[in-house]
Every structure is written in structure tokens, then in C-alpha cells.
């Protein structure tokens, strides 16, 4: 019985995370809102404000929730830009199994260093490696952030109490302007 519960809820869960707005939601809502997030996220760190100035591109997520209880699962959406220009629109998925149990709130942005690397992203299905690390930020501390295969990513934690912040292995789907 105790099994059928932790999947009910797990159920739950995945139907919750993967709600949200998108394209077909509020489009006017997620702009602001990613808009304060870089905002927030370039008064924070000089060297983040410095990648949305010389990246081939990027995509930022406003809203990123995470929750777990053993198996976890984060969901988000938001913009692409290409050279500081709206192209797209962006989801995020992830699935993660292991000792983790809470729940949290982040903006992450994925920021492209070449042309070839935002192709990529755009072309469909993209996921980040096992290797793929982002760099938190945090006020008051500075850190660089810098490029791993093409990619660096930069996460900002918003509300909630977990652990760590996992991106490897998340997916990403891309639709055009």
C-alpha cells in the first residue's frame, strides 16, 4: 500500500512539474519575467552581464521549480535569443533519481558560445552531459563563469530548501519565433 502511495504522488508530482506556461501560455508574462530575471541575475555577477553581451546566444529560464523525494523532477520554460534577439521559446525537463528529498524555486541561464553551439540547441532535443556544471549565483559572491563545450550555464536560486543544483541531464525543447 505504502508503494501505491509514493506512486500516486510521484504521478502527481510529474503531472504538476510538467505544467506551466510556454508559448501557448501567458507569452507577455514569461517576457517580463525573464527579462527580471536577467535583470537580477546581471546585478549579481559583472561576469553574467558579460555573457549576455558577447554569447552567440542564450536561453534564460525565469522559473524553474525542483521537487524530490528519491526520484525528482524539475520543469521550467523561457526565451532563446540569438545576439541579444528574441528567436524562441524553451522548455525544460528533468527526471533524477537519489537521495534527495525538498523542493525549490531557480532561474538558470544556458549561455551559447558560438554560433554552431545555439544550432545545436536549436535544432530539437537537446540535453546537457553528465559534465555539464553550473556555476550558482549568489549576492555578494563572485564567480566566474566560463565556457565547457561550448556551453556555460548559471543558475540563481529563488526560494526553497534542497541541496545542490543538478543540470546534467536535463532535456530542452525549442520552437521558434
Known amino acids: 500500500m505504502k508503494n501505491l502511495n509514493r506512486i500516486g504522488l510521484l504521478m502527481l508530482f510529474i503531472a504538476l512539474v510538467g505544467c506551466g506556461p510556454g508559448k501557448n501560455g501567458n507569452a507577455d508574462d514569461l517576457m517580463q519575467d525573464v527579462n527580471e530575471a536577467k535583470t537580477a541575475m ?24 525542483k521537487g524530490a523525494y528519491i526520484i525528482g523532477g524539475a520543469s521550467g ?14 522548455n525544460l525537463k528533468q527526471v533524477d533519481v537519489g537521495l534527495q528529498i525538498g523542493g525549490k ?7 551559447f558560445e558560438t554560433q554552431e553551439d545555439l544550432d545545436d540547441f536549436k535544432d530539437g532535443e537537446y540535453e546537457l552531459s553528465g559534465n555539464a556544471t553550473a556555476v550558482i549565483i549568489e549576492k555578494g559572491k563572485s564567480k566566474t563563469i566560463s565556457f565547457k563545450d561550448g556551453i ?23 520552437t521558434p519565433r
Open 105 to 111: 524555486a531557480y532561474r538558470e541561464v544556458i549561455f
Open 77 to 90: 520554460n523561457g526565451i532563446v535569443y540569438e545576439n541579444g534577439t528574441m528567436i524562441g521559446y524553451s
Open 152 to 174: 556555460a550555464v548559471a543558475t540563481m536560486p529563488k526560494a526553497g530548501a534542497m541541496v545542490g543544483v543538478s543540470v546534467a541531464g536535463q532535456r530542452f525543447g525549442y
Open 42 to 65: 546581471s546585478q549579481a555577477n559583472q561576469n553574467v552581464q558579460e555573457l549576455f553581451n558577447t554569447s552567440a546566444g542564450y536561453a534564460i529560464f525565469p522559473n524553474v521549480g
